[in-house]
């Protein structure tokens, strides 16, 4: 794969591990001496990119092959590789209410409903869930 692995050169010292799948980089602005970790992941489309939260190498490669492992069980149950929170996708909700009450779409009252409701009471108790992992047990538990 040396088509793929081109210099980065924000990166202070760069490793490639796990035949060409991760590529670990301490970034030159990062003054903490964290490793970071450029992955590529099977059916997916570009590199994904994480911090190992390590500053040991070694430690920084057992963090990046666990990371990897967490990237493939994410797609092969067809989840984003991205963790998304119920607070951020409530977030975007609550600006797209916003814009609807702007646009005239809905009134001023339903916009202070929806938004009362989301910040008062989700959440509060969804807020630093993964979005994809709320089953309805979690929503059973809510209304109990």
């Known amino acids: 794969m040396p088509a793929r692995e081109a210099f980065m050169p924000h990166a ?41 939260g390590e500053t040991d190498l070694e430690k920084a490669k057992e963090a990046s092959l666990q990371i990897l492992g967490e990237l493939k069980q ?5 989840l984003p590789m991205t963790r998304k929170t119920f607070a951020e996708v409530a977030a975007g909700y609550l600006k797209d209410a916003k814009t609807r009450w702007q646009e005239g779409r809905n009134s001023a009252g339903r916009y202070s409903i929806i938004k009362g409701n989301v910040q008062r009471y989700l959440v509060p108790y969804f807020g630093n869930r993964d979005i994809t992992l709320i089953v309805k047990k979690d929503l059973m538990d809510y209304r109990a």
């Open 12 to 52: 202070l010292q760069q490793h490639v591990i796990a035949d060409g799948k991760i590529t670990l980089y301490q970034r030159e602005d990062v003054k903490e001496g964290l490793w970071h970790c450029r992955m590529i992941v099977k059916g997916h489309r570009g590199y994904v990119r994480r911090s190992t």
């Open 74 to 78: 994410r797609k092969s149950q067809n």
